[in-house]
């Protein structure tokens, strides 16, 4: 029930591609979806984050997809970079509860 | 705001041996979350408090593992005995709210 799902676990993308990684939970009482971005080394960083009263973010070449009658949500990266490649997490929680729930992370590869 | 502060950020150990992880939060957060990151197991929240309290200890794995927060800057987590297996990155993170949770970089254990 407090599961979320990542996929895929890695991915390669050519350079000015788009990037894609999915997510999927169980539980109905999630509000709030981060997706935090990890560079060797370092610690998670937010890097985008939606509310279920929307079903599409974008910041910059961001985005995030919401379709809360299937329980899942993306991120697309437009225009991939080499700086993009490092490792992203999905993450979920309920409403007035702190604690994340994460996924299991996608480390992302962009190659020129 | 300097971030949340890691100590030390890298330790190597023996097995048998007590290890102390400390962490600063950003000042004014009034929550403190502790995570472990392997390749194996992915970031696992390990235990968070709220206002110096602990609100949710159920990923601690064994009473091998404690935290204290005894005031809204500083709190530690403490392995005793350390054990291989424990070898990991441990990430402090703190929030205010239910909103972005801000990590710190880390600090990689190694016992050996």
């Known amino acids: 029930q407090q599961q979320v799902k990542q996929s895929p676990q890695s991915l390669i993308v050519q350079k000015g591609g788009i990037s894609i990684i999915n997510c999927a939970y169980e539980?109905?009482?999630?509000?709030?979806f981060p997706w935090y971005q990890q560079f060797p080394g370092k610690g998670p960083a937010l890097l985008i984050a939606i509310r279920p009263d929307v079903s599409e973010k974008k910041e910059g070449r961001f985005t995030i997809s919401f379709n809360k009658s299937a329980k899942q949500f993306s991120l697309h990266i437009m225009d991939s970079q080499p700086g993009d490649s490092a490792t992203y997490f999905c993450?979920?929680?309920?409403?007035?509860?702190?604690?994340?729930?994460f996924g299991t992370g996608t480390r992302l590869t962009i190659i020129p | 705001d300097a971030g949340v502060i890691q100590s030390p950020r890298h330790e190597v150990t023996e097995m048998g041996q007590e290890v102390t992880l400390r962490c600063k939060p950003i000042?004014?957060?009034?929550?403190l979350f502790w995570y472990r990151q392997t390749m194996m197991r992915g970031l696992e929240l390990l235990i968070y408090?709220?206002?110096?309290?602990?609100?949710?200890d159920s990923g601690m794995p064994e009473d091998r593992f404690s935290a204290k927060m005894p005031n809204a800057s500083f709190s530690t987590l403490k392995i005793q005995p350390s054990e291989p297996r424990d070898s990991a990155v441990y990430f402090c993170?703190?929030?205010?709210?239910?909103?972005?949770?801000?990590f710190g970089p880390g600090t990689r254990l190694t016992v050996t």
């Open positions: 000042s004014g957060h009034n929550s």
């Open positions: 993170a703190s929030t205010i709210g239910t909103g972005e949770q801000y």
């Open positions: 408090f709220n206002n110096n309290v602990p609100i949710d």
């Open positions: 539980n109905t009482a999630f509000d709030y």
């Open positions: 993450a979920a929680s309920g409403f007035g509860n702190e604690k994340l729930t």
